[in-house]
């Protein structure tokens, strides 16, 4: 490890903003302190107030979406986060103090000023510079979310030449309420504001360590920076302190091709090790907890890391630092030496010398920038969420959740593969990237088998794609046949809040009361608890009014059961479950149908383009709310859960909607194990 210990110097160090999770005190599932936690109360001449601002922008951005503006239609989201923040805030008390209020009257003025320009024509703030709060509409939900940008003073909205972006997660804030994130962005410049470089502060849907939909917040908030600034592709960096140095590994690894450079500072970089040093926590995990840890543990994806320059940070005294720590234990296994800056004497913030040193290197890659087609491509991916490095996609796995993992090398016109746990693979070089001898036919050999590909394209693009069939190699993609685990549609349930779904709502009669109740209660909470803590609203509907339109742009989480959801009852002779009014089974255990009730994802069969998911929201709940890296999935692609019957005290499974009976992946066509 090559470590680099700034000089002391006298004077205020930077100190993050984050809020630590309160350690042991944080450790008891029966008693959970509010996330975040209830706000002051407004008087009734502020309530009164706030709301007749807030009809007013109502009115105003009522207008704007009756207008036939492409403008006013296209950036109707830089008006709604003002609306939706203070509507929210007040609406759940999220006011925290007397300066919220403050701030919420500026939001509301500055959403009635940018919605009056919008009706006149004009945008002043896309061209403006320094702080500049933006919003977008996510597709997860159709809410508008915002997000914070630094923009360089020499930057022209006509010019030609493209310019860096770097990704800056924010810290744990317990009170990061919309209003209060929208406030910070126009006072805050942040750790790092480089010259020549526009910063994205994401708010990543609050305070999850941008996992989940704070993931997808941030890939979607990424890609509406690029439709409206000049952006290099080769020159985006991730960078991060506290929760999100945590968010910054995660990214680092998952799209490593995507960064030229990668910052982490301080925060977790895997969960059951950090939650044990930090929280001293007794972990109990089932098993396929365990599995699912691997979904954003860096350490177990190490290897993905070959591909994007690292500069740690920790300080010297900061707990944080087993985060950089346990990496560099990771990264050495896989032959690299980690870059560890290390703030002398100092705890959870950033030297200001160790400040110095990092700038200093980022800027010296982004001379460098992005490798466009590396020669020798690495990847272990545990999931065909994450299943592409550069020019190699993996289609096929033959266990998810087990270590799929690949090496290939290029050498002239043969590239060597070595892969394991891997049943399919793609090749895929733009025009312009393939380094092959155009005139010659490629080789590839695979686990010590040779396979002969086409040439190369006049354009130097280049195409070519393998499975396995039995223990042979052979050319071309694996023959769909019946349903197949794919990118995008392979679970587990979390995955199916990660792009648009829609909440179906029973309209019939239960067969069974008790079940009934238990249904309506975990529906009532996954609505409140996708606001609460992913800060958006779900879409909501009746099974009775759901459209074929519905069915094909939504993953459908239908609650209920085969008698009050009609849906449910529509594909149930279709599903790996077994449901009557006696017993309820997936796989060969049948349980009590007046007690036990079926939770699972799988592809829609009235779509199987998307998915279907029966009662279930997200699937960690409020004592992973506690501390960021327990945000983990709790459940894999089905379970059968008690829900009548408590649990005994101090166990584990308050964690869960019910006891878990039986739980467990789909294999990898979608069939019980």
């Not at 509409?137 to 770097?166: F, M, W």
């Not at 900061?318 to 004497?345: C, F, S």
Request: proline residues 5%; glycine residues 8%.
């Amino acid at each position: 490890m090559i470590k680099f210990h700034a000089l002391i110097l006298v004077g205020l160090s930077l100190v993050t903003s984050s809020l630590l999770a309160d350690g042991e005190g944080d450790n008891n599932p029966e008693k959970v302190r509010q996330i975040p936690r209830v706000g002051i109360q407004v008087s009734q001449a502020n309530q009164a107030k706030l709301n007749a601002g807030l009809d007013e922008l109502a009115e105003l951005i009522k207008k704007l979406n009756l207008s036939k503006s492409n403008l006013a239609l296209l950036l109707l989201p830089d008006v709604e986060i003002y609306h939706r923040a203070v509507k929210d805030n007040l609406e759940y008390q999220e006011f925290f103090s007397e300066k919220d209020i403050v701030k919420a009257f500026t939001a509301l003025n500055s959403g009635k000023k940018r919605a009056q320009q919008l009706l006149a024509g004009t945008a002043p703030w896309l061209e403006q510079t320094g702080l500049v709060v933006r919003g977008f509409r996510s597709e997860l939900d159709g809410t508008a979310q915002p997000y914070g940008l630094v923009i360089p003073r020499n930057y022209q909205p006509e010019g030609e030449k493209s310019i860096r972006l770097d990704i800056w997660f924010h810290g744990r804030g317990e009170t990061l309420s919309e209003t209060n994130f929208i406030d910070k962005q126009t006072k805050v410049v942040g750790y790092y504001a480089p010259r020549n470089t526009i910063v994205l502060h994401p708010y990543g849907r609050y305070s999850n360590a941008f996992k989940f939909a704070g993931e997808i917040d941030v890939l979607e908030a990424m890609e509406h920076v690029k439709s409206q600034y000049r952006i290099n592709n080769n020159l985006i960096s991730v960078r991060g302190f506290s929760m999100g140095g945590a968010g910054c590994w995660q990214f680092a690894h998952l799209y490593a091709d995507h960064w030229f450079a990668a910052t982490p500072g301080a925060g977790f970089s895997e969960t059951p090790e950090f939650l044990k040093s930090f929280q001293k926590e007794t972990l109990r995990p089932y098993w396929w907890e365990e599995k699912l840890w691997r979904w954003y543990d860096t350490d177990d994806n190490a290897i993905n890391l070959a591909h994007v320059p690292l500069i740690a940070y920790s300080g010297e005294d900061d707990i944080q630092k087993q985060a950089a720590d346990v990496m560099e234990i990771a990264l050495a296994k896989e032959g690299i030496d980690l870059v560890h800056i290390i703030g002398p004497k100092t705890g959870h913030q950033i030297h200001p010398e160790s400040k110095a040193i990092i700038e200093e290197k980022m800027y010296s890659l982004a001379r460098i920038g992005n490798d466009k087609l590396p020669l020798t491509v690495n990847k272990v991916t545990h999931s065909l969420k994450y299943n592409r490095q550069y020019w190699l996609t993996i289609t096929g796995m033959k266990e998810h959740w087990e270590p799929a993992r690949v090496k290939a090398q290029i050498r002239g016109n043969l590239i060597e593969v070595t892969a394991n746990d891997i049943s399919g693979l793609k090749f895929d070089m733009a025009a312009g990237l393939a380094p092959f001898d155009i005139t010659r036919e490629v080789s590839i050999e695979i686990n010590k088998q040779t396979l002969t590909a086409p040439k190369a394209k006049s354009d130097r693009s280049w195409m070519f794609e393998i499975h396995l069939a039995g223990d042979k190699w052979i050319a071309g993609p694996k023959p769909q046949d019946g349903l197949q685990k794919q990118h995008g549609l392979q679970g587990p349930i979390d995955d199916a809040f990660l792009s648009s779904f829609l909440m179906v709502t029973p309209s019939g009669k239960p067969v069974h009361e008790a079940i009934g109740r238990w249904v309506s209660s975990e529906q009532a909470r996954a609505i409140k608890h996708w606001r609460q803590h992913f800060r958006g609203h779900p879409r909501v509907k009746a099974d009775t009014a759901i459209t074929e339109q519905d069915i094909a742009n939504h993953n459908l989480i239908l609650w209920g059961d085969f008698s009050s959801n009609k849906l449910i009852g529509d594909v149930l002779a279709r599903l790996p479950l077994s449901w009557t009014g006696q017993g309820v089974s997936i796989g060969e255990k049948v349980f009590d149908a007046k007690s036990h009730a079926p939770i699972m994802i799988y592809p829609n069969p009235l779509n199987p383009g998307k998915y279907i998911v029966i009662n279930s929201g997200f699937t960690y709940r409020e004592y992973a709310y506690l501390n960021n890296a327990r945000q983990v999935p709790m459940l894999p692609d089905w379970a059968i859960v008690d829900v009548i019957n408590k649990p005994e005290p101090n166990d584990s499974i308050y964690r869960f909607p019910g006891i878990p009976k039986d739980a467990n992946f789909f294999d990898e066509s979608w069939s019980v194990k």
